[in-house]
């Protein structure tokens, strides 16, 4: 059972590390940093921080999926006619978009903490208990981005006409089929730009995660800062690997933009 | 009378069809369940836990928290307001220095994260202190409340000369040129003409922005100041009271919930005169 997926992760650990754009084999740090405190291996700090960059992108993609079915599902909640529903899509809404992401993920962080030690407690567990640091923050961070991603969809819900329900059922589709064939598509082009805005604020949001002790590229960045006292240099290249990450998310997202417009090019 | 009435006896109406029990509606019971659960459960934890000695020493630092947040993110957003000024007028300025210079300027303080930037501030520019020394800064940048107001004003200045820039954009090529037809000179008819107009599309905007910055004001903590989160951080770790949580998530959402009513309220009545 482990022979194989132990096998395909460090295969996919190997293409990883061939396709590193920091300290790969074609990486920055590798050509530009050696001999100075950016150097990868033991020499210097490059390893640590291209795997803080590893950790920084794969935790807001993992967010994503996450938070945009949660969000779809919670849009399709507060548009409802059943009025319990909408009720309760809003409390949601209102609750996460209030509360400062920092403290949702303490609430999520000690609260799954004590949850699950109370839970082990009953079965006959009693030991220390420790959560993931990325899995509270993929909650957290999923449950921030879905409530405002539900605002998003929410609104690009209503820009879609009535006809176009009317049309998927004259056209004799159910109400899956029409979801899914007429009214998705649209609804990805309208509310595109509202997501991108969404996915920024989550890249950026992902730096909180490094408080409760994921090795991110602000606490990569901060123990190097500590260790070598330059803290201004290290921090600053904290600043920038997150300005890169904006970067290559706002080319992707421009490319998907355009990708998707060509649909109503003819009108 | 009419003959009609004579014939036929009023009648009461038919009872309504009773409401088919549909899967949306076992889902909003549901759902709504479990929040009457989870607030009855926050409820009855609170009340069980309830310890008037607890409230009494940690009451008032909460309080003085809540002050120290509010101080930070107003007097942040009041003196980013000044400095957006220039800087919305430099992304529009047709000098390509300017231009460029405020265009990344903007592009810093939005693309990294907050927490970041404070890093950068609060143990970046320990590194400079033989210089900060030498120009008398030091001080300045020794505190960790200075050092947040800092990082909090440049932040939202560049997020509010977005929404300046955009806002003053937004107002129609027409209302320029309606200006220069009745000879007002530029400067009487920017500020009479063209930001009154831009001011009501931002205001919105402007809403978020502080909201924002009262949920962004939270991550001071992690630099020791102790403001609200700071309070309840430290609360917390000598009570290990999960409680302490729950009364900092009341506090920060009946703030930005207060907030949000205000600004509606504020909208409806500024725009009153657009109402058709």
């Known amino acids: 059972m482990s022979g194989p997926f132990a096998a395909l992760f460090s295969g996919l ?43 920084t992108a794969s935790l807001a993609i993992a967010t994503l999926p996450l938070g ?83 605002e998003v969809l929410l609104s690009a819900f209503k820009a879609i006409p009535q006809g176009q329900y009317e049309a998927g059922d004259a056209l004799g589709l159910h109400r899956g089929a029409t979801m899914r064939l007429i009214i998705l598509p649209q609804l990805i082009r309208i509310a595109l730009p509202g997501l991108g805005n969404l996915w920024m604020a989550l890249l950026k949001d992902t730096a909180l995660v490094s408080v409760v002790g994921l090795p991110d590229i602000l606490r990569q960045t901060g123990v190097a800062a500590r260790v070598t ?24 997202f421009s490319a998907l933009e355009r990708s998707t417009r060509r649909a109503e090019a003819g009108r | 009378m009419s003959i009609a009435e004579t014939m036929i006896p009023p009648q009461a109406p038919p009872p309504a069809p009773p409401k088919a029990y549909t899967l949306s509606r076992f889902f909003g019971s549901v759902a709504l369940g479990i929040w009457l659960a989870l607030g009855v459960g ?15 020493r940690y009451g008032p630092s909460f309080l003085s928290g809540l002050g120290v947040t509010l101080a930070l993110v107003i007097s942040s ?37 907050l927490i970041t930037q404070l890093f950068l501030v609060y ?56 200006a220069a037809a009745l000879g007002l000179p530029q400067r009487v008819a920017f500020f009479k003409v063209i930001l009154p107009q831009a001011m009501i599309v931002a205001l919105r905007p402007y809403g978020n922005e502080i909201i924002l910055m009262i949920k962004g004001s939270a ?4 630099v020791t100041v102790f403001d609200l989160m700071g309070e309840t951080r430290r609360a917390f770790s000598r009570t290990f009271d999960y409680q302490m949580y729950v009364w900092a998530a009341l506090l920060y959402l009946s703030m930005v919930e207060l907030l949000r009513n205000v600004w509606g309220w504020l909208e409806a009545r500024l725009t009153r005169h657009l109402k058709r």
């Open chain 2, 123 to 178: 143990y970046g520019l320990g590194s400079f202190r033989p210089q900060l020394d030498a120009i008398g800064l030091w001080w300045f940048f020794r505190d960790a409340w200075n050092c947040a107001l800092f990082t909090f004003t440049l932040n939202t200045a560049a997020y509010q000369a977005e929404i300046l820039r955009g806002a003053i954009q937004s107002v129609p090529r027409g209302q320029h040129e309606g």
């Open chain 2, 42 to 56: 926050i409820f009855l934890t609170v009340v069980n836990g309830w310890d008037p000695e607890k409230f009494s």
């Open chain 2, 219 to 222: 991550i001071v903590a992690i």
């Open chain 1, 68 to 150: 945009l079915v949660v969000g779809f599902f919670i849009a399709l909640a507060k548009q409802s006619e059943e009025r319990s529903l909408r009720l309760a899509g809003n409390i949601y809404t209102t609750i996460f978009r209030g509360l400062p992401e920092l403290l949702t993920l303490f609430i999520v962080y000690y609260g799954l903490q004590i949850l699950v030690q109370q839970f082990l407690a009953t079965v006959g567990y009693e030991g220390p208990v420790e959560i993931n640091a990325f899995v509270a923050g993929m909650i957290a961070l999923g449950v921030v981005f879905s409530a405002y991603c539900s």
């Open chain 1, 229 to 252: 006292k330059h803290a201004f240099e290290f921090f600053g290249i904290a600043c920038i690997l997150f300005l890169i990450l904006a970067m290559i998310s706002s080319v992707v």
């Open chain 2, 77 to 113: 957003i009041l003196m980013g307001a000044v400095l957006s000024l220039p800087v919305a007028l430099g992304r529009m300025s047709k000098n390509k220095i300017w231009s460029w210079l405020a265009y990344a300027y903007v592009y810093f303080f939005r693309g990294t994260p």
């Open chain 1, 13 to 55: 650990a190997w293409i990883a590390s061939l396709i590193d754009p920091l300290c790969g084999p074609i990486g920055v740090f590798r050509w530009f940093g050696a001999g100075t405190l950016l150097a990868c291996g033991d020499a210097g700090w490059g390893d640590e921080i291209a795997y803080g960059f590893l950790v």
